[in-house]
């Protein structure tokens, strides 16, 4: 959501208003109109590490051994590849590959995403339906119906370091004399115009397992929009002799969020061979979220038909949440806190 756009809007709108003071209005009006910027606070989320197997075959995490066009006819395949010298253990007629694959140590783990204040505008109706007490200074009692848009901008870069158990996969390469590394064979094989590829054997000969040391450093975000709506009544009560009012409400509140989790997940380990490859993957959702909101606002009459105001609001809903491979994040909704300020023009 473009902010600058947004704010050039209400400005404009707030200008209008407070230049509509000028004409003739009837001072008993009931109608109220509102706009102004809003600032959000207390977004949060939890983003669950899912649990993801090590890479152990056909696809390691530093090369693999998989089929080729032929089926691996004869027990044997051209589609294999290795990244580092030290994958490469004896000499021919004994000489052996070696492939590994390795789990994550932020598996089973929580990452807090949070971030600045989310800035978005608000705008709003309201119809007064009542009022009593002395009639120059009115207690006033009424509905309203406000409109919100905010972003979701929050996120994480954390680096996590522990242990992980490490599968270790050894295939016989004979008397085959590996290409340097990184090596990538191709499915299609020594097939022309491809150059002549070395085939080896798809069995596995032996698989062992270690406990290594790994990083992960990651980065996650959750970047999106949520239109809030809310009705219910308020009461306006002045300040005798000053020009000032207080307001306070409370109501049914609903948003309608729309969003995107994305996120970078990159690795270091110990022993030979490579790390786990990088994982990555985003997921858009959109959902709507019930529940309820209550505010309250003061505000300095100009003249009898236009107030600049300050409030906060404290709304209660449903969490938000996006799946993606891996990743399973959750929006706290529950308790977040909203400062507004603008202008009200009654009519």
Same mark, same amino acid.
């Given at each position: 959501?473009?902010?600058?756009?947004?704010?050039?809007?209400?400005?404009?709108?707030?200008?209008?208003?407070?230049?509509?003071?000028?004409?003739?209005?009837?001072?008993?009006?009931?109608?109220?109109?509102?706009?102004?910027?809003?600032?959000?606070?207390?977004?949060?989320?939890?983003?669950?590490?899912?649990?993801?197997?090590?890479?152990?075959?056909?696809?390691?995490?530093?090369?693999?051994?998989?089929?080729?066009?032929?089926?691996?006819?004869?027990?044997?395949?051209?589609?294999?590849?290795?990244?580092?010298?030290?994958?490469?253990?004896?000499?021919?007629?004994?000489?052996?590959?070696?492939?590994?694959?390795?789990?994550?140590?932020?598996?089973?783990?929580?990452?807090?995403?949070?971030?600045?204040?989310?800035?978005?505008?608000?705008?709003?109706?309201?119809?007064?339906?009542?009022?009593?007490?002395?009639?120059?200074?009115?207690?006033?009692?009424?509905?309203?119906?406000?409109?919100?848009?905010?972003?979701?901008?929050?996120?994480?870069?954390?680096?996590?370091?522990?242990?992980?158990?490490?599968?270790?996969?050894?295939?016989?390469?004979?008397?085959?004399?590996?290409?340097?590394?990184? $090596?990538?064979?191709? /499915?299609?094989?020594?097939?022309?115009?491809? %150059? +002549?590829? *070395?085939?080896? !054997?798809?069995?596995?000969? =032996?698989?062992?397992?270690?406990?290594?040391?790994?990083?992960?450093?990651?980065?996650?975000?959750?970047?999106?929009?949520?239109?809030?709506?809310?009705?219910?009544?308020?009461?306006?009560?002045?300040?005798?002799?000053?020009?000032?009012?207080?307001?306070?409400?409370?109501?049914?509140?609903?948003?309608?969020?729309?969003?995107?989790?994305? $996120?970078?997940?990159? /690795?270091?380990?110990?022993?030979?061979?490579? %790390? +786990?490859? *990088?994982?990555? !993957?985003?997921?858009?959702? =959109?959902?709507?979220?019930?529940?309820?909101?209550?505010?309250?606002?003061?505000?300095?009459?100009?003249?009898?038909?236009?107030?600049?105001?300050?409030?906060?609001?404290?709304?209660?809903?449903?969490?938000?949440?996006?799946?993606?491979?891996?990743?399973?994040?959750?929006?706290?909704?529950?308790?977040?806190?909203?400062?507004?300020?603008?202008?009200?023009?009654? /009519?």
């Amino acid at each position: 959501m473009n902010t600058g756009k947004i704010f050039a809007v209400s400005a404009a709108l707030v200008a209008c208003a407070v230049g509509l003071h000028a004409q003739e209005h009837d001072v008993d009006t009931k109608n109220r109109f509102y706009i102004g910027p809003r600032l959000h606070f207390n977004v949060t989320a939890k983003l669950q590490n899912l649990p993801s197997p090590a890479a152990t075959g056909p696809q390691y995490d530093d090369g693999y051994v998989d089929e080729d066009i032929s089926k691996n006819a004869g027990g044997k395949t051209w589609n294999w590849g290795y990244s580092f010298t030290n994958q490469i253990f004896g000499v021919s007629p004994n000489r052996e590959l070696e492939l590994h694959g390795a789990d994550s140590p932020r598996d089973g783990t929580v990452d807090h995403l949070g971030g600045d204040p989310q800035i978005g505008f608000e705008m709003g109706y309201g119809r007064e339906f009542w009022r009593f007490g002395r009639d120059e200074y009115p207690i006033r009692v009424g509905f309203e119906f406000g409109f919100s848009a905010s972003e979701i901008g929050i996120d994480a870069r954390n680096t996590v370091t522990g242990p992980v158990t490490r599968i270790s996969d050894r295939y016989s390469l004979g008397n085959v004399v590996p290409p340097n590394p990184p $090596y990538s064979g191709s /499915f299609e094989g020594p097939a022309p115009p491809n %150059p +002549p590829g *070395p085939l080896i !054997s798809t069995n596995r000969l =032996s698989r062992t397992t270690s406990t290594e040391t790994a990083t992960s450093t990651q980065h996650a975000s959750i970047e999106g929009t949520y239109w809030g709506f809310r009705l219910g009544p308020f009461i306006e009560v002045p300040w005798p002799g000053y020009r000032h009012s207080f307001q306070f409400g409370m109501g049914m509140a609903l948003v309608n969020a729309d969003a995107k989790l994305s $996120y970078e997940e990159n /690795f270091t380990i110990t022993g030979l061979g490579g %790390p +786990p490859v *990088p994982r990555s !993957s985003s997921q858009s959702n =959109s959902d709507w979220l019930f529940g309820f909101y209550a505010n309250a606002k003061a505000y300095y009459w100009v003249n009898d038909f236009v107030a600049l105001y300050l409030g906060g609001e404290i709304q209660t809903l449903d969490n938000f949440k996006i799946i993606t491979a891996n990743k399973a994040a959750t929006v706290d909704f529950g308790s977040t806190a909203g400062v507004t300020f603008g202008v009200m023009y009654v /009519f």
